[in-house]
C-alpha cells in the first residue's frame, strides 16, 4: 500500500464532497428552487468552485502526484489507483495555471448563466444572452490559453477535454465521412416522408399519465429507483452525486407523446450508466463515464438503437396503447414504430430523428471551430448558425429560439461537447454490431427481457467508470476502434427497408 | 469601515457557502433522494461539517473576533455588523473546544441517524435506534462538557443555544405554571369531548386536491413561492439556503384533512419569518430567526392563532367545501372551526391540540433534564416515557413508534430545543393581545387581507433575523418580557367558551 496514496485520497475526498454539493446544487438549481434564489444560490456555488479548485491545485497536491509518477510508486499502485493518479494529473495539468479568483468568478458567472440563456430564449432574444455568453467564451478561451503550449489550437484542447485523443483534423474526416453519405440518403428519404403518417402522435396526451409511463419504462429498461430519481426541468438531463444517487429528469409537453418518452430511455441510458460504476471507484476522479462520446453511445444504445426498434416495442406497446386507448387503439404496433423513426430535417437538435442528427451536430462543430478560431464573432452567431442550417438541412430558423438560443450547452461553457453526440451515435452502432455477433439481442428484446443486455454493458464498460478510455474500452471489447463505417451501415439498412428506397 | 470585519467577512461566506450547502444536503435527503444514497452522501455532509467548522474554528478567526471585541473596532461597526460579531464570539465559544474530526464525525452520524430512527419508527423497535442515539447523546454530552464551566449543568448550556437566558430554573417556573392551569382546565374539556363531531376529517380526501389547497392556502397566510418551495416529506418541516429560498415541507394523509392544512400554515409561519430577513444580512450568522421560540411564535401564531380561529375561516372555508363538497357541504363554518379546536388527550405530539400541546413538551423536557442530569439511561426511556404519559394524559402508548420513537429531533442531536415549542406558544399569545390593541386583527381575517398582519411582523420581529434576541424584541415592541400569563388567558377564554365551561 502506498503512503503517499493513501496522503493523496484525503484531498481526494475533499474535492469529491466540493464536487458533490456541486453537482447538488445545480440539480437543485434546474429542478426546484425558487425563481429568486439564484443570486444568493450563485455566490454560494462560486466559493464552493473555488474552494473545490483550490483543494487539489496547490503545492502538496503537486508533489504528491509527481511522486506517484515515480516507478517505484507506480509499482505499488493497484489498477484503480493508477487511473486516478493518471486523471487527477491529467485535470491538474488543465487548471494549474487558472487563478483561483478566476475560477470561482467562472463559477458564478455559469451557475447564473443557464437562467439567463433560458429567459433570453424564452424572450426569443440572443442579444439579452449575448454579454454572458462572450463572458463564458473569454473565460473559456483564457483558461484554455493558460495550459496551451507553442503550436496548440485552442479548440484542441477543449475537444481533447471531452475525448482524449481527438482533435479537428480526426473530427473533420469521421465528420466528412458522414456528411457523405448521409447528405444523400437524406434527401431521398425527405422526399418520400409523406409515406409515414404520424399525426397520432401530437393528439393531447394527459402529464400524469406520460409522467407514470416515463417511470415505467425508465426502470424497464433497467433505471434502478433505489439508486435513482427522476424529476422534471426545462430540459432533461442526466446527473449523479455519486453511483448511488443518479438523477434523470425529462419534460413532458402534452401534445407529443413521443418527446419525453424517448428523453427519458436516453437518459435512462446515462443513468444506468453511472448507476453501474463500481463501488470501489465511485467519488473519485475515475467514478463516472469514462468519456462524453462513451456516454452518448450509452444513452443512444438505448433510445435509438433498441428503443426505437420494433423488438423492443413489441411487448412494450400494449401497455403504451393500454394507457392511452383513445389515442392509439387505431395505430397499430408498425405504424408506431414507423411514426418514430420517421425522418424529417428540422430546426431543432433534440427533437431531431436519428438520420439528420449527425447534421445538426456537424454545424454546431463547425461553428465552434469558428468561434475559438477567431474567424467568427459572438455576434455573428445567429446569421452563421441560419446559414449553416439552410445549407444542410435546407431549412432557415425564423427565430433565434428555434436557432442559435436552442441548446443549453453553451450557457454552461461547454464548448467540444457537441461532437460527443455523434461519436456516441458511431460507437453504438459499432457495439450493436458486435453484440449481436455475441447475444440474441432481437429475442431478448422481444421477450422484454433487458436484464441480459444491462449486464453485459455493465460488464464490457460500465463498471470500469474511467479507469479506461474510449479506445481501451473498444479495443478490449472488440478488437477494433471507433469505426464510423458501422453508423453509416446502420443507417443506411435502416432507412432503406423504412421507406422503401 | 473596519478593515478587521472586512478580513472576518471572507470566513464567514465561506462558513455560509458550507452551511448552505449542507442545508441543501439535508433537505434532499428529507425530501427526494433515492433509498440507497445515504452512505456515500452522508460521507460527503462529513466532510463537508469538518471543513465548515474548520472555515470559522481557526487561530485566524480568533484573532479577528477579539480584535473585533475591542471598543476601538466596536465604534466602527454598524448595528448588524456588532451583531454579527456577537453572534459568531457566541458560536466560536460553543465550538472552538471540540476536536474537528469529532465534529466531522458527529456530521456524518447524524446525517444517517434520521434514516436509522425513520426505519426503527416503521420496525417499532426502540432497540434499533438506541445505539444510534447513545452515540449522539454521548457527543452532546462530550460537546457541551468541551465548554462548561465549573458548575455548568450540562442542560442549561444546551437550553441557552436555543433560548439565550434561559435555564432549567426559569423554565421551571414557566411549566409549573402552565401545568397549574392546564391540567386542571383539560380535565374539564375531556369530560365534555363527546359535544364536539370531527368525524368529517377522517373521511377520505383525494392527495391532489389536498395538495393544491394547502398551496393556496399558504400563499393565502403569506408565503411567497417566488422564494420558496413546498415539497413532501416524511415530516413536515422548514429549511432556508437564504432569504430567497425558503423551503417548506407537509405530508399528506387521505383520511385525515386537518393534518396537512395546520403543518402547512405552520411552515409556512417559519418560512414567512425566513423570507423577510433583511436582504443586508442574510448569509451572515445572524441571517435567520432570532431563536426557536421566537421562530415557532410565528409559526403557532399562524397556525394556532389565527390559523384555528372563526375570522380567518370566515372567508377561507366556502374554498375548502369548493374543494372538497362531498365530504364538507354539510359540515358548517361553526361545526368545523368547533372540530380543528376540539381537545383530547392523545399520544402523538404533532397531532395534539393546542391545550394539551405543553403537557407532551413538559414531558419531553422533563426527559432530557434527567438525561442530561445521568438519572436515566437511553435504554430506561421507553419506560419513563410510557409513565410519563400516563401520569400527565392519562393515556399510555402501546407501541414505541406512538411513544419514544415518535420525534425525529433527538436524532438530529437536538436536546434542549423542545421547550422553544411551549415558549413559541406563549410569545404567540402574548403577541396576539398586542397585536388586537394595535389594529384590527379580527377585521382583518374576516376580510381574508392578510397583508397588514405579515407586514406588522416583518417589521416588528423578522427583518431585525438574529441581531435581536428574545427578550429585546419583546421588549422593544410592548414593553414586556415573555409573560406565560397571555398564554393562560388565551386557552382558559378560548376553550371556556368552545366547551361552554
Known amino acids: 500500500m502506498s503512503q503517499t496514496f493513501e496522503k493523496l485520497k484525503q484531498y481526494i475526498d475533499k474535492s469529491m464532497a466540493y464536487q458533490t454539493a456541486l453537482t447538488l446544487l445545480h440539480w437543485d438549481l434546474e429542478t426546484l428552487a425558487p425563481e429568486e434564489s439564484m443570486n444568493n444560490t450563485a455566490k454560494v456555488i462560486g466559493l464552493l468552485s473555488g474552494e473545490e479548485f483550490k483543494s487539489i491545485i496547490n503545492d502538496d497536491v503537486r508533489q504528491l502526484l509527481e511522486e506517484l509518477g515515480q ?48 429567459k433570453a430564449k424564452e424572450a426569443n432574444s440572443f442579444e439579452d444572452f449575448r454579454p454572458t455568453l462572450s463572458d463564458i467564451i473569454a473565460y473559456q478561451k483564457k483558461f484554455a490559453g493558460y495550459r496551451s503550449k507553442e503550436g496548440d489550437k485552442l479548440y484542441n484542447l477543449l475537444l481533447n477535454d471531452y475525448e482524449e485523443g481527438f482533435s479537428m483534423e480526426k473530427l473533420d474526416a469521421f465528420f466528412n465521412k458522414i456528411k457523405a453519405a448521409i447528405i444523400p440518403l437524406l434527401k431521398e428519404v425527405a422526399a418520400k416522408q409523406d409515406s409515414i403518417d404520424k399525426s397520432y402522435n401530437n393528439l393531447h396526451y394527459d402529464k400524469e399519465k406520460q409522467l407514470n409511463f416515463a417511470k415505467f419504462v425508465s426502470e424497464y429498461v433497467g433505471y434502478d429507483f433505489k439508486k435513482g430519481v427522476l424529476a422534471e426541468s426545462a430540459h432533461p438531463f442526466t446527473t449523479h452525486l455519486h453511483n448511488h444517487d443518479v ?78 386507448p383513445e389515442q392509439l387503439s387505431n395505430v397499430t404496433l408498425l405504424q408506431f414504430v414507423k411514426g418514430i423513426n420517421k425522418a424529417v430535417p428540422s430546426l431543432i437538435r433534440t427533437e431531431a430523428d436519428e438520420l439528420s442528427y449527425s447534421l445538426h451536430i456537424i454545424i454546431r462543430y463547425e461553428i465552434e471551430k469558428m468561434l475559438f478560431e477567431d474567424e467568427i464573432k459572438v455576434e455573428d452567431l445567429p446569421t452563421v448558425w441560419n446559414q449553416k442550417y439552410e445549407e444542410y438541412l435546407g431549412i432557415e430558423p425564423e427565430t433565434d429560439s428555434d436557432g442559435v438560443l436552442q441548446d443549453i450547452h453553451w450557457s454552461g461553457g461547454m464548448f467540444g461537447y457537441f461532437p460527443s453526440y455523434a461519436l456516441g451515435s458511431a460507437i453504438a452502432a459499432q457495439l450493436y454490431y458486435y453484440m449481436r455477433s455475441v447475444m440474441p439481442l432481437e429475442t431478448y428484446l422481444k421477450e422484454g427481457n433487458l436484464v441480459p443486455i444491462r449486464e453485459f454493458l455493465n460488464n464490457a464498460i460500465h463498471k470500469y467508470g474511467a479507469t479506461k478510455n474510449t479506445n481501451e474500452l473498444l479495443m478490449e471489447l472488440m478488437n477494433e476502434e471507433l469505426n464510423a463505417d458501422y453508423y453509416i451501415k446502420y443507417l443506411t439498412e435502416k432507412y432503406t427497408k423504412l421507406y422503401n428506397l
Chains 1, 2 share one sequence.
Not at 487558472?98 to 458564478?108: D, L
Not at 452518448?296 to 444504445?301: A, D, I, K, L, V
Open 247 to 324: 438523477r434523470i429528469t425529462t419534460h413532458i409537453y402534452e401534445n407529443n407523446l413521443e418527446s419525453s418518452i424517448f428523453s427519458v430511455i436516453h437518459e435512462s441510458g446515462h443513468g444506468i450508466y453511472e448507476m453501474y460504476v463500481d463501488d470501489a471507484i465511485t467519488m473519485t476522479p475515475v467514478g463516472q463515464g469514462s468519456s462524453m462520446g462513451i456516454h452518448e453511445s450509452q444513452s443512444r444504445f438505448y433510445e435509438n438503437i433498441i428503443g426505437r426498434s420494433q423488438a423492443f416495442w413489441t411487448p412494450l406497446y400494449p401497455k403504451l396503447q393500454e394507457t392511452f
Open 71 to 118: 516507478p517505484k510508486e507506480q509499482e505499488m499502485l493497484s489498477f484503480n489507483q493508477k487511473a486516478i493518479v493518471k486523471a487527477l494529473t491529467k485535470s491538474y495539468e488543465q487548471m494549474e495555471h487558472i487563478p483561483p479568483e478566476e475560477y470561482q468568478a467562472y463559477g458564478e458567472l455559469t451557475a447564473k448563466a443557464s437562467a439567463i440563456w433560458a
